[in-house]
């Protein structure tokens, strides 16, 4: 046998031959041993004091008193299910990823849905980005596609991250709001960075109080970077378009979900897929080449710019469909681990750098969120490739090595060896790209350009869109105690739209300004055409 197989090790194979036949319904305590009663302690005498000596009593509390975990310092509501990924067609082209080269296989998947301000006990229909993360369970390895509901961010470098996070959380003195971002921290925050303008627009729209997860898109939001087997690199942004169209409910009927039905969302979810309603959505593709890297105005590794879809179109290229609810909303929900540094040969990084932070941030939260280096092996985190490691002990180790860990070894068998230079069939090796440069804390110019897709947006909208925008506007900054984050914020929509502006601002009882005259706009240089064919797939 395998000496490095997981699920059956000596210990099992020992013990074999001597188990109990099962007695499923029948109690017992965590070392397998049958309890008597389970509803009265121990005592000395009728009215007698509890005795210590009730292992059966203790184990009970001790375990009850242990059962919560941190929430997620952000993200901390979400509903998840089970389902599975399909691709139309061959990927080859561009990427080696093991799960997009064969039409029609499956991969498993799982994805959770979730908002990202409030606590684990917050109201679902809040007006709140939504993260939509997906875990490829592929044959090469897992792939976690950490993206959210809106195409862009509130910032452009997770330095800003925790700064961001503790301007929308609740405020520490009172945690006040729990589940909305009508507060001053945050508008202040918002007023003082620029660059969270065009993610503003998004939130202040109907997209972000959607009428259903199953009704939402998802957006991987950074460019990532598609690599196939000859090594060449192809730029790309994932976009998800749900089957049933994009959907959102109206202020007044989030509000009132909120209060008569609070899992308003993780209700239509999991009540779909216990009917047989699976949600379904369609991955697509925006491919740029390589040699296109400085053909926008924007650069592709800013995290609150999109690549338009009249430059570079979204090409569909599989579809995912969730049929399986989880058994178990702690085991499965709560304890799924996603990464974005989670990739599998075929996909790789840019130097986006909010995305270089990302992937500092998600495994150093979840050694704590998830009590230690181990949670990996969790069934809803596990590969279903062969995980063979070097790694040693910790918190919660549920696999008895057979060999002595580490690498090189002449002593012991069972100790996994790397792949070396000769072996390229599914094996990760980084992107190698050129970098050069100074050390600076700066980046390219048209990161400053904070308004112009801001602008695209209201004007791509229709007039009751846009009275909706003006309406969440005034609405959130109404209640903003501070007048002068009012004014500041009111001065920067002065920069996206004179009419939005003027919208707002009259709500508030405030004095439209003029736009500022520091707004850099950028022309767009030409892309190739290759880009404009839309590569062809
Ligand atoms: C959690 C998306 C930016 C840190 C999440 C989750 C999603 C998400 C969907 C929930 C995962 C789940 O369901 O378990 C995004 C997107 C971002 C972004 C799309 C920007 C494009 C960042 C940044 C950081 C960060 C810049 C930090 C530098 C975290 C942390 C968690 C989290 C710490 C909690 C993870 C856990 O406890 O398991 N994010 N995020 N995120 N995100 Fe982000």
Same mark, same amino acid.
């Given at each position: 046998?395998?000496?490095?197989?997981?699920?059956?090790?000596? +210990?099992?194979?020992?013990?074999?031959?001597?188990?109990?036949?099962?007695?499923?319904?029948?109690? /017992?305590?965590?070392?397998?041993?049958?309890?008597?009663?389970?509803? $009265?302690?121990?005592?000395?005498?009728?009215?007698?004091? /509890?005795?210590?000596?009730? *292992?059966?009593?203790?184990?009970?509390? /001790?375990?009850?008193?242990?059962?919560?975990?941190?929430?997620?310092?952000?993200?901390?509501?979400?509903?998840?299910?089970?389902?599975?990924?399909?691709?139309?067609?061959?990927?080859?082209?561009?990427?080696?990823?093991?799960?997009?080269?064969?039409?029609?296989?499956?991969?498993?998947?799982?994805?959770?849905?979730?908002?990202?301000?409030?606590?684990?006990?917050?109201?679902?229909?809040?007006?709140?980005? !939504?993260?939509?993360?997906? %875990?490829?369970?592929?044959?090469?390895?897992?792939?976690?596609?950490?993206?959210?509901?809106?195409?862009?961010?509130?910032?452009?470098?997770?330095?800003?991250?925790?700064?961001?996070?503790?301007?929308? +959380?609740?405020?520490?003195? $009172?945690?006040?709001?729990? #589940?909305?971002?009508?507060?001053?921290?945050?508008?202040?925050?918002?007023?003082?960075?620029?660059?969270? /303008?065009?993610?503003?627009?998004?939130?202040?729209?109907?997209?972000?109080?959607?009428?259903?997860? !199953?009704?939402?898109?998802?957006?991987?939001?950074?460019?990532?970077?598609?690599?196939?087997?000859?090594?060449?690199?192809?730029?790309? %942004?994932?976009?998800? +378009?749900?089957?049933?169209?994009?959907?959102?409910?109206?202020?007044?009927?989030?509000?009132?979900?909120?209060?008569?039905?609070?899992?308003?969302?993780?209700?239509?979810?999991?009540?779909?897929?216990?009917?047989?309603?699976?949600?379904?959505?369609?991955?697509?593709?925006?491919?740029?080449?390589?040699?296109?890297?400085?053909?926008?105005?924007?650069?592709?590794?800013?995290?609150?710019?999109?690549?338009?879809?009249?430059?570079?179109?979204?090409?569909?290229?599989?579809?995912?469909?969730?049929?399986?609810?989880?058994?178990?909303?702690?085991?499965?929900?709560?304890?799924?681990?996603?990464?974005?540094?989670?990739?599998?040969?075929?996909?790789?990084?840019?130097?986006?750098?909010?995305?270089?932070?990302?992937?500092?941030?998600?495994?150093?939260?979840?050694?704590?969120?998830?009590?230690?280096? $181990?949670?990996?092996?969790?069934?809803?985190?596990?590969?279903?490739?062969?995980?063979?490691?070097?790694?040693?002990? =910790?918190?919660?180790?549920?696999?008895?090595?057979?060999?002595?860990?580490?690498?090189?070894?002449?002593?012991?068998?069972?100790?996994?060896?790397?792949? #070396?230079? =000769?072996?390229?069939? =599914?094996?990760?090796?980084?992107?190698?790209?050129?970098?050069?440069?100074? %050390?600076?804390?700066?980046?390219?110019? &048209?990161? %400053?350009?904070?308004? &112009?897709?801001?602008?695209? *947006?209201?004007? &791509?909208? &229709?007039?009751?869109? +846009?009275?909706?925008?003006?309406?969440?506007?005034?609405?959130?900054?109404?209640?903003?105690?501070?007048?002068?984050?009012?004014?500041?914020?009111?001065? $920067?929509?002065?920069?996206?739209?004179?009419?939005?502006?003027?919208?707002?601002?009259?709500?508030?009882?405030?004095?439209?300004?003029?736009?500022?005259?520091?707004?850099?706009? *950028?022309?767009?240089?030409?892309?190739?055409?290759?880009?404009?064919?839309?590569?062809?797939?």
């Amino acid at each position: 046998p395998d000496p490095r197989q997981r699920d059956h090790d000596d +210990k099992d194979r020992q013990l074999d031959g001597f188990r109990a036949a099962p007695q499923s319904d029948a109690l /017992t305590t965590e070392q397998g041993v049958r309890v008597d009663d389970t509803d $009265n302690a121990l005592r000395a005498g009728e009215r007698g004091p /509890t005795l210590l000596e009730d *292992f059966h009593n203790r184990e009970k509390l /001790t375990h009850f008193d242990h059962e919560r975990i941190p929430e997620r310092v952000v993200h901390a509501r979400g509903a998840g299910a089970y389902g599975y990924f399909e691709p139309y067609e061959s990927l080859a082209e561009y990427t080696c990823a093991d799960f997009l080269q064969e039409p029609g296989r499956r991969t498993p998947v799982f994805v959770r849905f979730s908002t990202v301000q409030g606590p684990r006990g917050s109201a679902d229909t809040v007006r709140d980005v !939504r993260g939509f993360a997906t %875990k490829f369970y592929t044959r090469e390895g897992n792939y976690d596609l950490v993206g959210n509901n809106f195409p862009v961010f509130f910032i452009q470098d997770a330095i800003k991250f925790p700064d961001f996070v503790h301007a929308v +959380k609740m405020e520490p003195h $009172n945690e006040i709001p729990t #589940g909305a971002s009508a507060h001053d921290t945050f508008w202040d925050f918002c007023s003082l960075q620029p660059e969270s /303008t065009h993610m503003l627009m998004w939130l202040m729209s109907d997209r972000a109080i959607p009428r259903s997860f !199953r009704m939402m898109q998802g957006f991987g939001v950074h460019t990532f970077r598609f690599v196939n087997a000859e090594g060449r690199g192809t730029f790309v %942004k994932f976009h998800w +378009k749900p089957l049933l169209g994009v959907n959102s409910l109206v202020w007044d009927e989030a509000q009132i979900a909120a209060g008569r039905d609070p899992d308003f969302n993780r209700r239509d979810l999991w009540e779909a897929i216990e009917s047989g309603n699976y949600p379904e959505y369609e991955l697509g593709v925006q491919l740029v080449a390589e040699e296109d890297e400085g053909a926008f105005a924007f650069d592709l590794l800013d995290a609150t710019k999109i690549i338009p879809e009249e430059q570079v179109p979204v090409q569909p290229i599989g579809r995912m469909v969730l049929d399986r609810n989880p058994q178990n909303f702690f085991a499965e929900t709560e304890q799924v681990a996603f990464h974005t540094a989670n990739v599998v040969p075929g996909i790789d990084f840019t130097n986006d750098p909010l995305l270089q932070g990302r992937n500092f941030s998600y495994l150093d939260t979840q050694l704590i969120r998830l009590g230690g280096p $181990n949670f990996a092996q969790l069934p809803v985190n596990r590969p279903i490739a062969d995980v063979n490691t070097n790694h040693r002990d =910790g918190y919660g180790q549920q696999v008895i090595q057979p060999g002595n860990s580490y690498f090189p070894n002449s002593l012991s068998g069972g100790c996994p060896a790397h792949a #070396g230079a =000769g072996d390229t069939s =599914g094996v990760f090796r980084h992107y190698q790209e050129r970098v050069a440069g100074e %050390k600076v804390r700066v980046r390219s110019d &048209s990161f %400053k350009d904070h308004y &112009s897709q801001a602008t695209l *947006f209201w004007n &791509s909208m &229709s007039d009751w869109e +846009k009275a909706h925008i003006v309406e969440a506007f005034r609405f959130e900054l109404g209640k903003v105690g501070s007048a002068e984050v009012r004014e500041r914020m009111v001065a $920067n929509l002065s920069n996206v739209h004179g009419d939005l502006c003027a919208a707002v601002a009259a709500g508030l009882g405030l004095p439209a300004p003029r736009p500022a005259s520091t707004v850099h706009t *950028f022309s767009s240089p030409a892309l190739s055409q290759e880009n404009l064919a839309g590569n062809g797939i």
